[in-house]
């Protein structure tokens, strides 16, 4: 009962920021490098935890204005910097025409603390004869008033309103790397149903924070360990190391897209996600079904699967029960960009684009010896997402 | 079946299940009964110590026990949910026949949290997150780490009622109950699904939310008189009343309830949308957004400002927001506005946040259902700049067979609804 025809959609725009730089050419030139060039991993700042921190970037190329970067913590300004680098890309940004009836979906988690005031607080909780009354007052007297909006969820979404003026509409989804699969695949259902004829898709998450390492740290998530590619983690142990991200894609109507003269970089084809119990082979049986509906599709040997394998035991063993029987070369992002969580997948999409686009895909990545190397030509790839905790997802990304 | 699509060849999308909590108490009928009583549910906050604070009333829902905001939060999800579902008649038990779309506020660790953390770490002088790390590490948190996490409430609630695929979890500040509405429609529209759960739903009404909106000069400091406190479009009105609940419907396609012999509780006819780049809380000084925001929505309706005998108003008592409601409203209607009836239901339940948008289009339903316009309560100063038939303090009997319901939030979200009754 759709009403109309499927509509073919594009990406035709992609910002990516994270370890390994800004633009897909950077990340190319790492992955393709050695491992000076694509690991860049901080195990001092957070020590013990680590994480690939974001690439330093010049802000004020995509946030011109100092009131509205002072006005965002860390995750907003790596979301707000990869949105710009995405319209940018497309070529859209400050076409404020299109911009208004541009239509965006953010995943995200919440923003930053004030680290030091909730550390005074605690201390000063444990002291206190009155600590509900302690509470108040430090509330009231140490929040910094407009960090409320550096922490909302929504606020991502809202900067790149304000300072790329996306305003066709916004909505924020929340829930990990669920979050991240679904933002991709309403666009997508909506790009495909002509509800929209481009959006702007994408998420950020913030690994040098130590509440997000804390978040991780109460499952004992996080790998401490000396670093090495997510597939070798589960047999000690398991564990992710974090990396900040910040992943936007253009996802527009083909035929939206060659009217304004646009440069597609590839197809997106399919996006499924769901959400199982994760008891008695749910998960697994959900992702045969998921591949089961992209594979028939699938041109032989010309397939690359980009996993979002967070290196956590029980999702790496979900995946592997997938991947394991189908053979298909796979690159694991995460080894060496870290797990970025609502990012993940957006940042996914785009490494499958870039792969699809230049029909190759890069080496094992992080030197994996689990990994396949891949010589023949790459026309499509399958993106994978095994959320830390629930979620199970896929999308067809293919050359044009 | 000539009702089946829609003006534009969309499959119409109806509701046949409603549900609500708010401070007023649980269920439609006992809510419909305070509200067009013009009862009001704010109280003096009793949940935690208020010395200090500048502000002490709240509409919280104090007869659900609950552990933090996300356990709140589910709860009262589920309440509203189970109402709806009933109601609806659909699906199995357990089953029901398609995704789950909730609005809900984001989540994070709360102060017990925080201390359990610190204490774990042993140290209980100059803590800091190197501490909390070390607590965190030393023992086993995974209980805490799931509850905290955004997709739990979802997760809790998909297995509730035993929704398909992945919920959706929405987060758009203020907007965010209707905007869960909006991606349901949308879905039923494409023909992803023939059957949606909506559910808006807000239990973070806590000491450091309450706090955060305080320091942003967002709410009414009228203490002394809990129930007078949220007076929207007064002149006298001083900031809004932060408040708890949830909403709960359930969508169809009019072609699906139909074949089942459902109920037609009312058809969502038309979803409006449109950012403000102005401000990070503020509207844009000329409305635009909003103005753009209830003209999509009537033409995505298929229908005019005359069509329209009822608003019910964002409306949450701030100053700014009512004037600049009142400067869309104006733009948008012109002629027409004097012959319609404003009203807001937060006079009586507060601003429920994150479940508004949901708990707003229930009542508005209601109000095309019954022909009662629920009253604006606390009217007692008009504000010369709004010329508005705000339906003053008492229920008024109106034939209503359609109305908007707006909705306004923080990070320049905007989003109307047309609801109207059941085509005859």
């Known amino acids: 009962m759709a009403i109309a025809p499927e509509r073919e959609a594009w990406i035709t725009g992609i910002g990516l920021v994270s370890a390994l730089g800004e633009g897909l050419d950077a990340h190319w030139h790492a992955l393709n490098g050695d491992r000076e060039a694509w690991l860049k991993l901080d195990s001092t700042t957070h020590a013990p935890y680590q994480v690939h921190p974001a690439v330093t970037l010049d802000l004020a190329r995509q946030i011109p204005d100092r009131g509205d970067r002072r006005q965002m913590e860390g995750w907003q300004r790596l979301g707000t910097y990869a949105a710009g680098l995405a319209l940018e890309n497309a070529g859209v940004k400050g076409q404020d025409d299109l911009l208004k009836s541009m239509h965006m979906i953010v995943a995200a988690g919440g923003g930053e603390r004030d680290y030091a005031v909730d550390g005074q607080i605690l201390s000063g909780l444990e002291a206190s004869n009155e600590p509900a009354k302690f509470l108040n007052e430090r509330l009231m007297n140490d929040l910094r008033p407009t960090l409320f909006l550096a922490q909302l969820s929504n606020l991502l979404a809202g900067n790149i309103s304000i300072v790329h003026g996306v305003v066709g509409s916004s909505r924020t989804f929340m829930g990990e790397e669920m979050a991240g699969v679904d933002a991709v695949r309403v666009a997508l259902g909506r790009c495909h149903a002509a509800q929209g004829d481009i959006f702007l898709v994408g998420g950020a998450y913030s690994a040098e924070r130590p509440d997000t390492i804390l978040h991780f740290e109460l499952g004992h998530m996080n790998w401490t360990r000396p670093w090495v590619p997510v597939w070798e983690r589960p047999k000690d142990g398991g564990g992710t190391i974090l990396g900040s991200v910040g992943a936007f894609l253009v996802i527009e109507a083909r035929e939206h897209a060659e009217r304004r003269g646009a440069t597609p970089i590839a197809k997106l084809a399919k996006v499924s996600s769901d959400r199982t119990r994760r008891k008695d082979g749910d998960a697994e049986h959900s992702m045969a079904v998921q591949w089961n509906e992209i594979s028939p599709g699938l041109i032989p040997g010309a397939t690359v699967v980009v996993s979002g394998a967070t290196g956590v035991r029980e999702g790496v063993a979900i995946e592997r029960d997938l991947l394991d029987q189908r053979r298909v070369p796979t690159r694991a992002t995460g080894s060496v960009i870290g797990h970025s969580v609502e990012a993940t997948f957006p940042a996914n999409v785009a490494l499958a684009a870039m792969m699809v686009a230049r029909g190759e895909a890069v080496p094992p990545i992080g030197d994996s010896k689990d990994e396949a190397r891949m010589t023949r030509k790459v026309k499509q790839a399958v993106v994978t997402s095994v959320g830390h905790w629930r979620g199970e997802g896929m999308a067809l990304v293919e050359a044009i | 079946m000539a009702h089946m699509k829609d003006k534009h060849g969309r499959p119409v999308v109806v509701v046949t299940g409603m549900g609500v909590v708010t401070s007023l108490g649980q269920g439609k009928d006992e809510n419909w009964a305070k509200l067009t009583a013009g009862q009001s549910g704010i109280h003096t906050i009793t949940r935690f110590p208020i010395e200090g604070l500048r502000t002490t009333i709240a509409g919280t829902v104090d007869f659900v026990p609950f552990e933090n905001a996300p356990d709140l939060t589910t709860k009262m999800a589920a309440l509203a949910g189970d109402e709806a579902v009933q109601e609806a008649r659909i699906g199995g038990e357990g089953a029901f026949p398609g995704p789950l779309f909730l609005g809900m506020p984001p989540v994070e660790l709360e102060w017990p949290q925080r201390q359990d953390l610190a204490r774990a770490s042993a140290k209980s002088a100059d803590i800091t997150y190197t501490d909390i790390l070390k607590g965190a590490a030393a023992k086993d948190f995974s209980a805490m780490q799931t509850r905290f996490l955004f997709g739990s409430v979802g997760d809790a609630l998909a297995d509730r ?168 409203l104006a733009a948008v209607f012109g002629d ?89």
């Open chain 2, 161 to 328: 009622f035993g929704t398909k695929g992945a919920p959706i979890s929405i987060s758009t500040a203020c907007a965010t109950g209707a905007t869960a509405i909006q991606l349901a429609v949308e879905a039923i529209r494409r023909g992803e699904t023939e059957a949606a759960l909506v559910i808006g739903a807000d239990g973070s009404a806590n000491q450091e939310s309450l706090v955060r909106f305080s320091l942003l000069s967002a709410l009414s400091t009228r203490n002394g008189d809990p129930k007078a406190a949220a007076r929207p479009f007064s002149k006298d009105r001083d900031g809004f009343v932060m408040a708890e609940g949830a909403g709960a419907l359930v969508l169809e396609s009019f072609e699906h309830a139909k074949a089942r012999g459902a109920t037609i509780l009312g058809v969502v006819e038309g979803c409006g949308e449109m950012a403000d780049s102005f401000h990070r809380t503020r509207s844009s000084p000329d409305g635009a957004p909003i103005i753009g925001c209830i003209r999509n929505a009537l033409d995505d309706a298929g229908v005019t400002p005359a069509d329209v005998q009822y608003v019910n108003a964002h409306g949450t008592s701030t100053p700014e927001n009512d004037k600049m409601e009142y400067v869309g």
């Open chain 2, 336 to 424: 027409h506005l004097p012959a319609i009836a404003v009203s807001s239901n937060k006079s009586m339940i507060g601003h429920t946040l994150s479940a508004a948008g949901a708990i707003e289009a229930v009542f508005t339903l209601m109000t095309i259902r019954s022909g009662i316009v629920p009253p604006t309560i606390n009217h007692t100063e008009a504000d010369p700049a709004i010329k508005l038939d705000l339906v003053p303090n008492v229920a008024r009997k109106a034939n209503v067979t359609r109305a908007i319901s707006n909705s306004f939030g923080f990070g320049g979200q905007n989003v109307c609804l047309v609801l109207a009754a059941e085509p005859a």
